[in-house]
């Protein structure tokens, strides 16, 4: 098996990475993928990847003012780590699976090929409550695993920053099971999409 394409050559929020995500189930979307089959998120997202899949990529995305401040503190929060494991983190814009197309990560950091890095910079309440349970929040454990799957990573620390307080890092575990998992997912929804695909296709044509 080859490993992971990794876009070295491509900087994460330019027009290429924009145009090379369009269509693609990626790990951010991770927890919306792995939950219900009926949920209205699902069918939204379905609805977006079609789209991207036909007319590229979807402009104007909403962005919260908590993924506003993780992509601000983002470089702070690696640096940090960096500093602390005494490790040096690169910066790739996006890897694709090695064999099932459309699926894929924008990482926070790779770490000397095996492992990986994905980053949080939430707000004071949020840091301490995983400062309490010293375990990562539910809504990432899917995008956690969907790096690792992805990646092939052999490792990944789910880094949670914030700059009053410093980092807290927290190794992320896939199994084995979980893998299969997110692969039939896919399976399962790649037939939801060229649904949707078709539709679009036959206006384009009409």
């Given at each position: 098996?080859?490993?992971?394409?990794?876009?070295?050559?491509?900087?994460?929020?330019?027009?290429?990475?924009?145009?090379?995500?369009?269509?693609?189930?990626?790990?951010?979307?991770?927890?919306?993928?792995?939950?219900?089959?009926?949920?209205?998120?699902?069918?939204?997202?379905?609805?977006?990847?079609?789209?991207?899949?036909?007319?590229?990529?979807?402009?104007?995305?909403?962005?919260?003012a908590a993924m506003e401040r993780g992509n601000e503190l983002e470089p702070?929060?690696?640096?940090?780590?960096?500093?602390?494991?005494?490790?040096?983190?690169?910066?790739?814009?996006?890897?694709?699976?090695?064999?099932?197309?459309?699926?894929?990560?924008?990482?926070?950091?790779?770490?000397?090929?095996?492992?990986?890095?994905?980053?949080?910079?939430?707000?004071?309440?949020?840091?301490?409550?995983?400062?309490?349970?010293?375990?990562?929040?539910?809504?990432?454990?899917?995008?956690?695993?969907?790096?690792?799957?992805?990646?092939?990573?052999?490792?990944?620390?789910?880094?949670?920053?914030?700059?009053?307080?410093?980092?807290?890092?927290?190794?992320?575990?896939?199994?084995?099971?979980?893998?299969q998992q997110m692969a039939e997912r896919i399976c399962l929804l790649e037939?939801?999409?060229?649904?949707?695909?078709?539709?679009?296709?036959?206006?384009?044509?009409?």
């Amino acid at each position: 098996m080859t490993g992971p394409i990794i876009h070295r050559d491509i900087s994460q929020g330019t027009d290429e990475w924009h145009a090379i995500r369009a269509g693609k189930w990626s790990a951010s979307k991770a927890a919306t993928i792995m939950g219900g089959l009926e949920t209205k998120g699902l069918a939204d997202l379905v609805k977006d990847v079609a789209w991207e899949r036909v007319y590229g990529p979807i402009s104007g995305g909403f962005k919260s003012a908590a993924m506003e401040r993780g992509n601000e503190l983002e470089p702070e929060a690696r640096d940090w780590y960096a500093f602390d494991k005494c490790v040096a983190v690169e910066q790739v814009g996006f890897v694709e699976h090695c064999s099932i197309p459309n699926v894929g990560w924008s990482p926070d950091g790779l770490v000397d090929q095996a492992g990986g890095i994905e980053a949080k910079s939430p707000l004071h309440r949020a840091w301490m409550e995983v400062n309490r349970t010293r375990k990562i929040p539910a809504e990432y454990r899917w995008q956690s695993r969907w790096a690792m799957w992805v990646g092939e990573l052999e490792w990944l620390d789910f880094v949670v920053y914030h700059p009053a307080a410093g980092g807290i890092v927290i190794p992320a575990t896939v199994t084995e099971s979980e893998k299969q998992q997110m692969a039939e997912r896919i399976c399962l929804l790649e037939s939801r999409v060229s649904e949707e695909v078709s539709l679009l296709s036959e206006r384009q044509a009409a």
